[in-house]
């Protein structure tokens, strides 16, 4: 009996094509039910994703000799190379937060979990390259899925909008970190539009993109607003060199019109919009600094002082903040400025790593960014559509946490830093598996 029900798990497993090699049908079930939740519930479930992350690491520690061995046969020596320089940088965070701690003291777990989410996602990623898990298929199903969750959470518990002054916000969620994350979803799933066979799927894709709009709008995240010609045009670009009509040109402009539209509709949105632009214009010019853009680019100006002041190791988390009251600082900023990054960092996540760990933090945050993009980037025409298609989601996610890095944190969270890894790992194994089975069937 259980043979059997397994023999028909297996062949449902086969028919969905999510997870290739079925050899372990239940375990495979639970595997392809944690990633699914694990995006599914990342802004609108707290806890979600963090816990199906711990999920996914008891599987691949489950399997992780069966993962090495199938490694050891199968990956040729330049694509070792690639997926050492992929579990380098996974691993850089963590070693940039140790080497502090060792050198300015103060031990304490929390400082290392974020971080460690990164560097535990290396065995998830030899997990599912042994699996040969299709990652990008999985996201096609959940992101539009995650999107209307997350706009049902706002729908229905409209009042923790109402304590950020009416941006989009969930319990767990702040606005920034939520604009962010929106801007996220509505790029993967316009690039997913191109992935979309039948007609069903692409109004499904079609949708989340106008949900997710909204989410973007309602954020009121002007620092994540900045992302969006670039994805539009990264979008566009894509699109051109893949399909020779010029729908893609005419929806990029209809998109865009759409977007400056809703500005120009909406006095909120451009309100806020103009405002961001102005506040800077004031804080060049000297004459407001303690406006919300004027506070971020005075903290800036600070964090590159202290930076310079002790550049090998840091301040560790929160250290810099009794030398906020030096005299360096008397021209650079007011109280509410040192009031402001004392107690929320200075708003930008190389500067914020470069004050934590110094030279080695801000080395991590650049090769979380620059390495994937660098991969990423690569293999976007592949001929191999899971490897072009991974690598496509992952340049616009990528894109956008660079864009959205400037202006605040995006690993800073534990289910942020959590999900970076998830889909790191996710995405890079596709693009390894796919690259390792090519090679097997060119040598056969």
């Known amino acids: 009996m259980n043979f059997y029900i397994e023999k028909k798990v297996g062949f449902i497993l086969g028919k969905i094509n999510i997870i290739e090699n079925h050899k372990f049908a239940f375990i495979d079930v639970l595997l392809s039910i944690a990633i699914f939740f694990s995006v599914a519930g990342f802004l609108s479930i707290r806890g979600m994703t963090n816990k199906c992350f711990f999920v996914l ?37 963590t070693i940039a937060v140790f080497v502090n701690h060792v050198v300015v003291g103060n031990w304490a777990y929390r400082y290392f979990d974020g971080p460690t ?17 299709n990652y990008s298929k999985m996201l096609f199903i959940t992101i539009p899925l995650a999107i209307f969750l997350t706009a049902l959470e706002v729908y229905l518990h409209p009042e923790f909008s109402k304590q ?67 994805i539009l045009i990264v979008w566009l670009f894509v699109y051109k060199k893949r399909y020779s009509n010029d729908f893609g040109y005419w929806a ?50 600070m964090s590159w002082q202290l930076f310079i002041h002790n550049p090998v190791f840091g301040y560790g988390d929160g250290g810099y903040i009794p030398y906020l009251s030096k005299p360096w600082f008397g021209s650079t900023a007011t109280d509410l400025v040192k009031e402001t990054i004392a107690c929320c960092g200075p708003h930008n996540e190389l500067l914020t790593n470069m004050l934590n760990s110094g030279i080695l933090g801000g080395i991590s945050v650049i090769g979380l ?25 992952g340049l616009v996610y990528i894109i956008v946490l660079i864009v959205s890095s400037i202006t605040g944190g995006v690993f800073h969270l534990k289910y942020t830093a959590t999900f970076y890894g998830l889909t790191i790992a996710g995405l890079f194994a596709q693009i390894f598996s796919e690259k390792m089975a090519n090679s097997k069937t060119q040598h056969n």
């Open 369 to 393: 960014f620059f390495v994937p993009l660098f991969f990423f980037l690569k293999n976007t025409f592949n001929s191999n559509n899971k490897i072009s298609e991974a690598s496509q989601v």
């Open 117 to 133: 989410r990164m560097l535990y996602s290396v065995f998830i990623m030899m997990l599912f390259i042994y699996k040969r898990v």
């Open 57 to 93: 690491l008891a599987i691949s520690v489950f399997f992780l000799r069966k993962s090495i061995v199938y490694l050891k046969d199968n990956i040729d020596r330049a694509l070792f190379r690639e997926l050492l320089m992929v579990i380098i940088i996974l691993s850089l965070p």
């Open 164 to 230: 950020w002054g009416g941006r989009f916000a969930t319990y767990y969620v702040d606005p920034n970190t939520f604009g962010t994350y929106s801007v996220v979803l509505f790029g993967i799933c316009l690039f997913q539009t191109q992935f979309s066979n039948k007609k069903l799927m692409l109004f499904y894709q079609i949708a989340g993109v106008i949900v997710s709009a909204w989410l973007v709008m309602g954020s009121g995240t002007r620092g994540s607003w900045v992302a969006l010609p670039f």
């Open 252 to 301: 990029a402009c209809l998109l865009f019109v759409l977007l400056v539209g809703l500005f120009y509709f909406i006095p909120s949105l451009r309100e806020r919009a103009l405002s961001g632009v102005m506040e800077v214009y004031y804080w060049v010019n000297g004459e407001s600094i303690d406006t919300s853009s004027g506070i971020r680019l005075s903290m800036w100006k």
